[in-house]
């Protein structure tokens, strides 16, 4: 019998390959995910070392893709070197260029934002190690930079957003936006989808739109900001639309202590799906999650086995997602798994 762990690793794991069989120019990834053997990198004596690049504690969606593929490398007996970079990429670079200087045996990366990564990419692949692409895209010139990406398509989940909202406001309505880190592929695309969404409801207008940076506090203190511009004489807001869940239940507070019914007076719809969120859409102040399931370890580290073995990967490995409204939200919030 598996463990609870092991379970919710493999429907995780299950789901995203779901998604690489779906994936149209995804190369077929045989994919192992309850391997209980040691990873080994030289035929059996020494266990594989790879260093991850996290960028930060900024979410909970954060804290859980931590928590997958830390708990992921101890099942597979990786030794797994952490770096925390708290959200500034030269902190990601100084830590991939250690980790070149360690010899590792692979590198997962979650970069922070798109641009900037060639140089350190380079010398990775100078020193044949391999890069592993998990949760955010980069922007390179030359994609034999990176093996492979491990992500989910921001842009429809954005899309997927703006449409519920759109129905929700009957076509017309004034939203505000959270945005996400500047320059990190999920705001850019997140914004961009939702955008998209709007080309076809022309009377539902982005009124403002401000980076709350991913968290709680910030997304509370734009908000505040938004909401005195509305009370004091500004357009009236119905709608807002984060592009993470943790900046909605910022908002959500900022909200309530304008006087205001999050969930009614101002719609809430934001994007991750975390149990807070859930737990926010029970208690009637969430509308709608979109979620994107941050359980990447199993899909990082096969992608790392399979690297090390000579086989070959599909260059994106797309996440799927699903959209969660209020009305489902006490049915399936015992089933969530971060
Ligand atoms: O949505 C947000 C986080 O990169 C997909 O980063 C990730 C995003 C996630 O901080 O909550």
């Not at 007996?77 to 200087?101: C, H, M, P, R, Y």
């Not at 997140?190 to 076809?200: C, D, I, P, Q």
């Not at 859409?281 to 073995?309: Q, R, S, W, Y």
Request: with cysteine; proline share 4%.
């Amino acid at each position: 019998m598996w463990n609870k762990n092991e379970r919710k690793q493999y429907q995780a794991i299950k789901k995203i390959s779901y998604a690489y069989a779906a994936a149209a120019m995804a190369v077929p990834l045989c994919l192992t995910p309850l391997r209980a053997v040691a990873a080994e990198s030289d035929g059996g004596k020494k266990p594989v070392t790879v260093g991850f690049s996290q960028i930060g504690a900024e979410s909970g969606w954060r804290t859980a893709e931590t928590k997958s593929i830390r708990s992921e490398a101890a099942r597979r007996g990786v030794n797994l070197k952490f770096s925390d970079a708290q959200q500034k990429q030269e902190n990601q670079i100084k830590a991939l260029g250690a980790f070149i200087a360690q010899k590792v045996d692979a590198i997962i990366l979650a970069p922070v934002v798109e641009a900037g990564w060639e140089p350190i990419l380079k010398q990775a692949k100078a020193a044949k190690i391999p890069v592993i692409l998990v949760d955010r895209g980069v922007n390179v010139s030359d994609d034999s930079l990176y093996t492979t990406l491990i992500a989910s398509d921001f842009v429809a989940e954005g899309k997927m957003a703006g449409e519920w909202l759109a129905g929700k406001l009957n076509g017309k309505g004034n939203v505000v936006e959270l945005q996400g880190t500047p320059g990190a592929a999920p705001a850019i695309d997140r914004k961009k989808g939702f955008e998209e969404a709007l080309k076809n409801h022309p009377a539902v207008r982005i009124i403002k739109s401000q980076t709350g940076e991913f968290t709680r506090a910030k997304g509370k203190e734009v908000m505040e900001a938004f909401l005195k511009g509305a009370q004091g004489g500004g357009t009236k807001i119905n709608a807002v639309y984060a592009h993470n869940d943790d900046m909605a239940l910022g908002a959500i507070q900022a909200i309530e202590e304008a006087g205001l019914k999050p969930g009614s007076d101002v719609i809430v719809v934001s994007i991750d799906g975390i149990k807070p969120a859930f737990e926010a859409m029970v208690a009637g102040k969430l509308n709608c999650t979109v979620e994107c399931n941050p359980l990447l370890g199993p899909a990082a580290f096969d992608a790392v086995e399979a690297v090390l073995a000579g086989r070959s990967l599909p260059k994106k490995s797309v996440v799927r997602d699903r959209i969660f409204e209020q009305s489902v939200a006490k049915e399936v919030i015992g089933s969530r798994e971060y």
